[in-house]
């Protein structure tokens, strides 16, 4: 189960990884596209596109559909709830030792203004 899941966060985050992928999702979120239309969008070739559409499809992330000569892109069904839920524990994990962190720097500032005190006298 683990390891289903592992694979599954390595692809999703793989293919988040890459700012044009991130776009293209974006771009996806308010229209279908082409992968010509993406291609100009992102002034790439069609066949670098093609492999980011890949990479996403490969995460579920993207769908596509070819029609007659025409390849539509359009977002897929998949959500990133798990890893959503991955991110959050650790974000709460990292705030809350930041937290720990903040009140022994606190409590260091605290001592080191007591201790100058008393050498002032």
Same mark, same amino acid.
């Given at each position: *189960?683990?390891? $289903?899941?592992q694979t599954r966060f390595d692809t999703s985050f793989a293919a988040l990884s890459d700012a044009t992928r991130r776009g293209v999702l974006e771009q996806l979120a308010r229209?279908?596209?082409?992968?010509?239309d993406?291609?100009?969008?992102?002034?790439m070739t069609l066949t670098? *596109?093609?492999? $980011?559409v890949a990479v996403?499809?490969?995460?579920?992330?993207?769908?596509?559909?070819k029609i007659g000569r025409v390849?539509?892109?359009?977002l897929g069904r998949r959500r990133l709830d798990e890893e959503a839920a991955w991110i959050e524990k650790h974000r709460q994990l990292w705030a809350e030792r930041f937290d720990a962190l903040d009140h022994v720097v606190e409590e260091l500032k605290r001592k080191e203004k007591a201790n100058g005190r008393k050498k002032r006298r």
């Open positions: *189960m683990v390891q $289903h899941f229209a279908d596209a082409s992968i010509t993406l291609a100009d969008k992102f002034h670098g *596109m093609k492999k $980011h996403l499809e490969q995460a579920g992330l993207v769908t596509t559909e390849r539509t892109c359009k």
